[in-house]
């Protein structure tokens, strides 16, 4: 089986500031991982996901996660946030091509002015 | 990707009651799979609705609460039966499509946003 921590419950950045959201996984066989955004009252959008290949994989809004399989870590970062980019962000596992996902409790990011 | 519809997109119902949640996808996918994500919190698998079998539930959740039928491939229902109020909260449901290189990946439904009173 696979879990997710999500290290940070809650991280308040100003806008422009860089900031990294923080997440670790566990499993024992290869896995797939993914960073999900939830903006208020809406449904899950994608943002990025690791498969294979290069660690480093880049996704949408700016935003890009660096696949670390010594740390088991997923981290994702963006250079300089933005207001728009407050939001829940999730942190997801599946055991590589196998079906169901493990999500992390999330990440609430609130970017202040 | 994969489009899915899922409805009703909230409803606020009486306790003792039942609800029955659906999603309909544009295209045929072996894999869906529903989740529950109450208040404030993150995603928990409830089950996956597997075509032409009964659906494998997770721990903690049990058929007789959470039916699931999957006639074909490209729909699944969830009944939330005999509804409490600790079962408030945003059902989803999400596919899988295993393409190839880097097509493979989940789509999510809009969410049904059920409140029980």
């Known amino acids: 089986a696979q879990s997710v921590t999500q290290l940070d419950s809650q991280v308040p950045v100003f806008e422009e500031a860089p900031v990294e959201l923080r997440c670790n996984y566990s499993?024992?066989?290869?896995?797939?991982l993914f960073w999900y955004v939830q903006y208020p009252n809406q449904g899950l959008q994608l943002l990025l996901k690791?498969?294979?290949?290069?660690?480093l994989v880049k996704g949408i809004n700016g935003f890009e996660a660096e696949f670390n399989k010594s740390q088991t870590s997923f981290h994702l970062r963006k250079p300089s946030v933005h207001i728009s980019d407050t939001a829940e962000y999730f942190c997801?596992?599946?055991?590589?091509?196998?079906?169901?996902?493990?999500f992390g409790d999330g990440t609430t990011l609130t970017v202040k002015p | 990707s994969a489009v899915i519809s899922q409805k009703p997109s909230r409803d606020i119902c009486q306790r003792g009651t039942s609800l029955t949640i659906q999603c309909q996808v544009d295209?045929?996918?072996?894999?869906m799979f529903w989740y529950r994500q109450q208040p404030g919190q993150s995603l928990t698998l409830i089950a996956t609705?597997?075509?032409?079998?009964?659906?494998?539930?997770e721990s903690g959740f049990v058929i007789d609460k959470f039916p699931i039928s999957r006639p074909n491939l490209t729909f699944s229902t969830l009944t939330v039966s005999n509804m409490s109020p600790e079962d408030s909260s945003i059902y989803l449901c999400?596919?899988?499509?295993?393409?190839?290189?880097?097509?493979?990946?989940?789509?999510f439904g809009s969410g049904t946003r059920l409140t029980v009173v």
């Open positions: 609705a597997n075509q032409g079998s009964e659906a494998t539930y």
């Open positions: 997801a596992v599946s055991a590589a091509n196998a079906g169901k996902s493990t």
């Open positions: 499993s024992s066989v290869s896995v797939y």
């Open positions: 690791y498969l294979s290949g290069s660690t």
């Open positions: 295209s045929q996918v072996t894999m």
């Open positions: 999400s596919v899988l499509r295993r393409g190839t290189g880097n097509s493979y990946g989940y789509t």
